[in-house]
């Protein structure tokens, strides 16, 4: 047992013995650094509305729903291009077509149906954002009977990003720069940087505009927060 410990330590001795004769430099020492998280949060005004609204139709004949659906969404449409709203802003959303049953049947008998339903829905984006409510009022006059909901966005979200990313980084520096002066040390350059997934998510505010033309629907455009997380690692360095 005594021969076993001897070998085990003797020889990592011998070894920097030899190492030290030979002029061979020790190994370098840990590198001291910090890593914060950072985090930026900044706020805008939606400038685009998307409005999902469409028809449904009930008829006898599966042919004459779909038809009298179709004739329905043309009269959309028509309303949507008298109010300016492009081409390329509409676009068919949804389509169906299904039998209709009575809500009270005999199970013992064979199911039969007393009719078809035909809808269709329409997405439709919208800018400026403040003729949403126009636009929706418009649509349910023309014969609209189903609004599946509305979201507000911004066009071009990526100089808000930029700013939340921006802010993100300023956040993880101040944090670290906390950390530094409570430890005695001195901050010292970035070694590492790296960011996590984030996004426009709509927050309701207390400042809010109630957009309403006419005889518009009124639609409460409020605030977007577009967020931004980073992760940087600092080297810390002696405060003298």
Same mark, same amino acid.
């Given at each position: 047992?005594? !021969?076993?410990?001897? &070998?085990?330590?003797?020889?990592? &001795? ?23 998280g950072g985090m930026g949060e900044v706020r805008a005004r939606p400038d685009v509305a998307w409005l999902n609204a469409g028809v449904e139709s009930r ?17 959309? &449409? ?7 709203v492009a081409e390329q802003d509409v676009q068919t959303g949804s389509l169906n077509l299904g039998p209709q049953y009575p809500p009270n049947r005999d ?25 949403? /409510? ?15 909901? !509305? ?16 802010a993100a980084v300023a956040d993880a520096r101040r944090r670290a720069a906390l950390y530094a002066e409570a430890a005695g040390v001195r901050l010292g350059?970035? &070694? ?6 984030? /996004? ?15 005889? /518009?629907?009124?639609?409460?455009? /409020? ?18």
């Open positions: 047992m005594t !021969i076993r410990s001897k &070998l085990r330590y003797g020889l990592p &001795l011998a070894a920097l013995l030899l190492a030290g004769a030979a002029g061979a430099a020790p190994p370098p020492p840990e590198a001291h650094t910090l890593e914060v008829a006898a004949t599966a042919r004459q729903a779909l038809g009298d659906n179709a004739q329905a969404v043309r009269k959309l &449409l028509d309303e949507l291009k008298r109010l300016g199970y013992d008998q064979p199911l039969k149906p007393v009719g078809y339903v035909a809808s269709q829905g329409l997405r439709v984006r919208v800018k400026p954002v403040d003729k949403a /409510g126009q636009v929706l009022d418009a649509l349910v006059a023309a014969g609209a009977n189903q609004v599946q909901g !509305i979201s507000l966005a911004l066009d071009d979200p990526a100089a808000v990003q930029d700013a939340a990313r921006r350059p970035v &070694l590492r940087i790296s960011e996590h997934s984030a /996004g426009p998510v709509p927050v309701p505010m207390m400042r809010v505009a109630m957009t309403e033309a006419a005889s /518009g629907v009124p639609i409460a455009v /409020g605030e977007n927060t577009v967020s931004a997380q980073v992760t940087m690692v600092f080297a810390l360095e002696p405060a003298n």
